[in-house]
C-alpha cells in the first residue's frame, strides 16, 4: 500500500504565498513523476505542476504567471523522502482550490509504476 499525505493548506490573504507539501509512504521502490493539481467543487481537475525524479519540472503556464510576469509557482522534490513541495505566490481568490498531489510509484516486486492520489489540502485565498 502506498499513501500520499499533503498540508500546508489553510486561509491566506490575497497578495500572500503558501508551500504546500506532499509526502508518500508505504512500499515504494522509486517514484518517477510526482505533480500537484487543484479542484473546485463541482469542476475538473486541473494540473498545475509537475517534476520527475530527475528535477524536470513543467508548469501550467496560465497559472504559472502573475500580472507582474513574476513567477508564481516553484515545485521542487526530495527523492529520499519521497516528498514534494509546492511554492505558491502571489495568491489570488481564483486560487481558492482543494490542491491535489499525486505521485507515480513502482512497488516492490514490480516493473510498472502505478499512480497514486492524496486526499488534497484546502486553500482559501480572501481578498
Known amino acids: 500500500q502506498v499513501q500520499l499525505v499533503e498540508s500546508g493548506g489553510g486561509s491566506v490573504q490575497s497578495g500572500g504565498s503558501l508551500t504546500l507539501s506532499c509526502a508518500a509512504s508505504?512500499?515504494?521502490?522509486?517514484?518517477?513523476?510526482m505533480a500537484w493539481y487543484r479542484q473546485v467543487p463541482g469542476g475538473s481537475r486541473e494540473e498545475i505542476a509537475e517534476?520527475?525524479?530527475?528535477?524536470?519540472?513543467?508548469?501550467?503556464?496560465?497559472?504559472l504567471w502573475a500580472r507582474s510576469g513574476k513567477g508564481r509557482l516553484s515545485i521542487r522534490r526530495d527523492n529520499a523522502k519521497h516528498t514534494a513541495w509546492l511554492q505558491l505566490a502571489n495568491l489570488t481568490v481564483e486560487d481558492s482550490a482543494r490542491y491535489i498531489c499525486?505521485?507515480?510509484?513502482?512497488?516492490?516486486?514490480?516493473?510498472?509504476?502505478?499512480?497514486?492520489w492524496g486526499q488534497g489540502t484546502q486553500v482559501t485565498v480572501f481578498p
Open positions: 517534476i520527475t525524479n530527475d528535477g524536470n519540472r513543467t508548469y501550467s503556464r496560465s497559472i
Open positions: 508505504g512500499n515504494i521502490v522509486s517514484i518517477s513523476g
Open positions: 499525486s505521485a507515480e510509484v513502482r512497488p516492490p516486486h514490480s516493473l510498472q509504476f502505478t499512480t497514486y
